[in-house]
């Protein structure tokens, strides 16, 4: 069984950062995407890792504040997201997959192992 997990999100103010962590203890980390979902609005795409090439990919809106990177050793994937705003709220999930199906992208098909997410929350 894939299992996966989110930690890290918190309330912030704008301009604040947070650390995300997607974990998992029964499959290893490699292609691996983070999307967000906010209230009343559709889940989209934040960033795409590739295992194979490095490849990385972010949505646009967050390019320049959110970092993915990995610690191999830990089998652990972060998202820093720096300068963060209120339109940034959102609940946060990491999602992996078997299969490694590139970073032209951001698409949430492309990833069957997903965690439960984690709420980030920015206001004043």
């Known amino acids: 069984q894939v299992q996966i997990v989110e930690s890290g999100g918190g309330s912030v103010q704008p301009g604040g950062s947070l650390r995300l962590s997607c974990a998992s203890t029964?499959?290893?980390?490699?292609?691996v995407g983070w999307f967000r979902q906010a209230p009343g609005k559709e889940r989209e795409g934040v960033s795409c890792?590739?295992?194979?090439?490095?490849?990385?990919l972010y949505l646009d809106s967050v390019k320049g504040r959110f970092t993915v990177s990995r610690d191999n050793s830990k089998n652990i994937v972060y998202l820093q997201i720096d300068n963060l705003k209120p339109e940034d709220t959102a609940v946060y999930y990491c999602?992996?997959?078997?299969?490694?199906?590139?970073?032209?992208?951001?698409?949430?098909?492309?990833?069957?192992?997903w965690g439960h997410g984690t709420q980030v929350t920015v206001s004043s």
């Open positions: 029964t499959f290893t980390l490699t292609y």
């Open positions: 890792m590739s295992g194979g090439d490095g490849t990385k």
């Open positions: 999602a992996t997959d078997r299969t490694d199906s590139g970073c032209s992208g951001i698409h949430y098909w492309n990833y069957e192992y």
